[in-house]
């Protein structure tokens, strides 16, 4: 379990990397919008947003089974795991958002620009924030159609990024079932993956630094009482 232990605080760390170079140069989302170099984020994004995610998660599920030390390398021991980590995870995104009840970074400039508090954008329905967002342009008129749609798609909180706790959950269960000496070629990509979404995340306006950097925190807290859980339960079945 130590070694375990090591891997998941090396995955989060690394994971960590975007939202703590973005705090350390001072950068900051400023509604700039750069439709050719944002769009391929755009995409990044998508590979997480509904129902793409779903198909991410298969072709994540395939490549962790094939390449899942000897220990747990069973179908449905894969199967457990990635459900109760990465379903559960989102879960409790689901429920300290509403908790916290951050605005989005673009909510709070498209607030600023209607001379309006974030308060008073969440006090509507999702039919009416939506509609509020389609007013974008008339502030923004760079701002790309499928940027716009996008924040149309998410108009909820922003604290903590589910975005970011679906990359985290994934690449810890990685870190935890993988041998580093082995499959580093998997590793990297995965991790190439999930940098690409998180950077994404602040790129479009959608989440602060902070909320990365506890998806990640939190994630990988869970996601050691997965695995510790599960160690313990296998060492009971095996005596």
Do not use: C
């Not at 970011?164 to 991790?191: N, Q």
């Amino acid at each position: 379990m130590a070694k375990q232990l090591q891997n998941l605080t090396i995955g989060a760390l690394l994971l960590l990397l975007p939202a703590l170079l973005t705090l350390l140069y001072g950068w900051h989302w400023t509604g700039q919008f750069r439709t050719l170099s944002a769009y391929p984020f755009y995409l990044f994004t998508q590979t997480v947003t509904r129902p793409w995610g779903i198909i991410t998660s298969i072709i994540l599920a395939y490549l962790l089974y094939r390449h899942a030390q000897s220990s747990v390398r069973k179908l449905w021991v894969v199967l457990l795991l990635s459900v109760v980590v990465v379903w559960g995870g989102q879960g409790i995104k689901s429920l300290l958002k509403p908790y916290f009840a951050e605005p989005r970074p673009y909510v709070v400039a498209l607030m600023e620009q209607m001379h309006q508090a974030p308060d008073f954008f969440y006090q509507h329905t999702k039919l009416a924030r939506q509609q509020l967002v389609s007013q974008a342009q008339v502030f923004w008129p760079s701002l790309p159609d499928w940027q716009q749609r996008h924040w149309q798609h998410e108009t909820g909180y922003s604290f903590p990024s589910g975005h970011s706790f679906f990359v985290a959950s994934w690449l810890l269960l990685f870190y935890g079932l993988l041998s580093f000496r082995k499959s580093w070629p998997v590793l990297i990509l995965v991790t190439l993956w999930a940098w690409a979404v998180m950077w994404s995340r602040m790129l479009l306006g959608m989440h602060w630094p902070r909320d990365l950097i506890a998806s990640v925190v939190i994630a990988w807290g869970f996601t050691l009482v997965v695995l510790v859980v599960y160690n313990v339960l296998s060492r009971r079945r095996s005596v």
